[in-house]
């Protein structure tokens, strides 16, 4: 009997779960990445840094499994005797697989950046994630993902432009609301 109603239970639990990310319904984020970089100015200086950043986002799934968005980002990172912050807003896709558990995702930001406090500047990410939603119950998930970035960044009034890449791991909180 128990195996029964096991077996009900994750069959149920499941077709809940998959109506959340069926055409028309919604979903909304927050979370954090901790990352690792390494980056390589014009002139060959390398450094690494660590840093955080926090998003925000909506979504809204189009077709069944696939959400596009926006997203809402702010960033805090030190570089030797750099530090920085960043603002970040851009369009991204998620695509869910296998039953809701899996996803892939990938966005663009067009980002300003404050530099040492003065110098602003301006550049752009790409990033791609491929994560794991937990089902916390119908509507709320906990979102661990792998995500890699790539940036390029200008201060205004330099020569030398600033780029780099980020692997990082991300923990983000979802809410799904059904159509």
Known sequence: MKK????VSALVLGITAMAQTDQGGWMFGAGSNFGFTSGKADSDQEDSESNLSLDVRAGYFVID???????LGYGSTSQ???SSSTMGVGPYL????MENKLFGEAGFQYQSASFDGENLGSGSAIGLGVGYAAWLNDNV????????AMTSF?????DESV????FGVMINFGIYLGN
């Open 4 to 7: 029964i109603v096991t077996v």
């Open 80 to 82: 030797g005797d750099i």
């Open 141 to 148: 998930t906990i979102e661990p993902m792998l995500s890699y």
């Open 65 to 71: 499994h696939l959400a596009v968005g926006l997203d």
């Open 154 to 158: 200008k201060p205004e009034g330099a």
């Open 163 to 166: 780029s780099g890449s980020q």
């Open 94 to 97: 998620r695509y869910f697989f």
